[in-house]
Structure formats: structure tokens, C-alpha cells
Nanobody, 117 residues
Framework: QVQLVESGGGLVQPGGSLRLSCTAS????????MGWYRQAPGKQPELVGR???????YYPESMEGRFTISRDNAKNTVYLQMSSLKSEDTAVYYC???????????WGQGTQVTVSS
């Protein structure tokens, strides 16, 4: 089973930027899509965005504009660039990978992002 490890979380001031990384233990090329979810305290998980095998990204309307997902297949890594961060972006961010068939969904352990002055 491929393992996903997130990094790059931490404390950032409102208006700041942060880049999260998700590195897989094996090739990510076979995954139909990879993406990021987040879960704030007391709230349901929500999709931040995903990037397909073709390289095309998808963002829910509520996430468009401040979040950018990219992938580097050679490094088996997916990135989430976040800008103009707000306090409501505070959450645990989880990397996700999906492949049709037996693999299904794979999740990372999450990384905490705290936006506060």
C-alpha cells in the first residue's frame, strides 16, 4: 500500500502564504487523482481541490482563487499552495489519492495549518 506523508504545515499570519507537500512512497502516476481535504475543529471534512492524472486541477467554487494544486510525478509529490490565508483556513489538511479498483482511497496522516496573528 502506498503511503502519503504531508509536510509544510504550521503557524502563519493572516494574509500569509504556505505551501504543503504530499510525498508518496511510490509512484503517483497511476492514481486517477490526488488532492487535499481539510477539517476544521467541529466541522465536516471538505475538499480543497484535486489534480487529475492529466494534470488538470479541480477546485470547488468556495476554494477557487487562493489555492493552487500542482504535482511533480518525478518526485512523487503533490503540492498545495495557499495564499491570502484567513483564520477560517485553520484546519488539519489531509492529502488524498484515489485509484479505481482495489487501491481506492489512500490518506495521509494530516498536517496542521493554523492561521493566527
Amino acid at each position: 500500500q502506498v503511503q502519503l506523508v504531508e509536510s509544510g504545515g504550521g503557524l502563519v499570519q493572516p494574509g500569509g502564504s504556505l505551501r504543503l507537500s504530499c510525498t508518496a512512497s511510490a509512484s503517483i502516476f497511476s492514481f486517477t487523482h490526488m488532492g487535499w481535504y481539510r477539517q476544521a475543529p467541529g466541522k465536516q471534512p471538505e475538499l480543497v481541490g484535486r489534480i487529475f492524472k492529466t494534470g488538470s486541477p479541480y477546485y470547488p467554487e468556495s476554494m477557487e482563487g487562493r489555492f493552487t494544486i500542482s504535482r511533480d510525478n518525478a518526485k512523487n509529490t503533490v503540492y498545495l499552495q495557499m495564499s491570502s490565508l484567513k483564520s477560517e483556513d485553520t484546519a488539519v489538511y489531509y492529502c488524498n489519492a484515489f485509484e479505481f479498483g482495489a487501491t481506492g482511497d489512500v490518506w495521509g496522516q494530516g498536517t496542521q495549518v493554523t492561521v493566527s496573528s
